[in-house]
């Protein structure tokens, strides 16, 4: 079936650096935009990065723009994020999502993974 | 940056009431909206999507409407597996912000 399973998270010192996995099955990876959205706890959904389905265009929101970096292996059917110099502000469940589109643009994320926490604390 | 307002953050309801839910786009995002739902502990469902769609197998009681600036998700008969948090997201231009969410409770 459908599916996208999150890995990597955990315990990181403020400062220190973190990568995330995003394994996806099901269907045609390479042909799908692909996102991370992060939650902080209690608190409400934030968009943090998008790749295009070849990796030719990337964009971030500005919370972590210059840190953080997503990236693909469209060989592996799996979508990464490296996180670096991380701040306490970044404690979050990492989701990572499917972008559906239509002819006009982006749609929506139709298919989510389960989610990975980090936790930045010394 | 587009930014999107939910009213109201949070919203008491009987089962079998009929429940609105507003967002705003601070510019028009012409019907490039979607709305998602999420239950404590699990990743966001999507709901409905260009502002009217219905998503594939969300039953008929949730509907989508509006284009702009304005957007309504309205569920016709509250269920109990109905009590979550809904959000709005623009997906006009990045970054793809997401509304505040609004918690629907049990009255």
């Known amino acids: 079936q459908v599916q996208l399973v999150e890995s990597g998270g955990g315990v990181v010192q403020p400062g220190r650096s973190l990568r995330l996995s995003c394994a996806a099955s099901?269907?045609?990876?390479?042909?799908?935009?692909m996102h991370w959205v992060r939650q902080a706890p209690g608190k409400g959904l934030e968009w943090v990065a998008v790749?295009?389905?070849?990796?030719?265009?990337?964009y971030y929101a500005d919370s972590v723009k210059g840190r953080f970096t997503i990236s693909r292996d469209n060989s592996k059917n799996t979508l990464y994020l490296q996180m670096n110099s991380l701040r306490a502000e970044d404690t979050a469940v990492y989701y990572c999502?499917?972008?559906?589109?239509?002819?006009?643009?982006?749609?929506?994320?139709?298919?989510w993974g389960q989610g990975t926490m980090v936790t930045v604390s010394s | 940056d587009i930014q999107l307002t939910q009213s109201p953050s949070f919203l008491s309801a009987s089962v079998g009431d009929r429940v609105t839910i507003t967002c705003r786009a601070s510019?028009?995002?012409?019907?490039?909206l979607a709305w998602y739902q999420q239950k404590p502990g699990k990743a966001p469902k999507l709901l409905i999507y260009?502002?009217?769609t219905l998503q594939s197998g969300v039953p008929s009681r949730f509907s989508g409407s509006g284009s702009g600036t304005e957007f309504t998700l309205t569920i016709s008969s509250l269920q109990p597996e109905d009590f979550a948090t809904y959000y709005c997201?623009?997906?006009?231009?990045?970054?793809?912000?997401f509304g505040g969410g609004t918690k629907v409770e049990i009255k």
């Open positions: 999502a499917r972008e559906d589109h239509g002819p006009g643009g982006p749609d929506a994320f139709d298919i």
């Open positions: 790749i295009w389905y070849d990796g030719s265009n990337k």
């Open positions: 099901g269907f045609t990876f390479s042909s799908y935009g």
């Open positions: 260009a502002a009217s």
């Open positions: 510019q028009g995002i012409s019907s490039y």
């Open positions: 997201q623009q997906l006009n231009s990045y970054p793809l912000h």
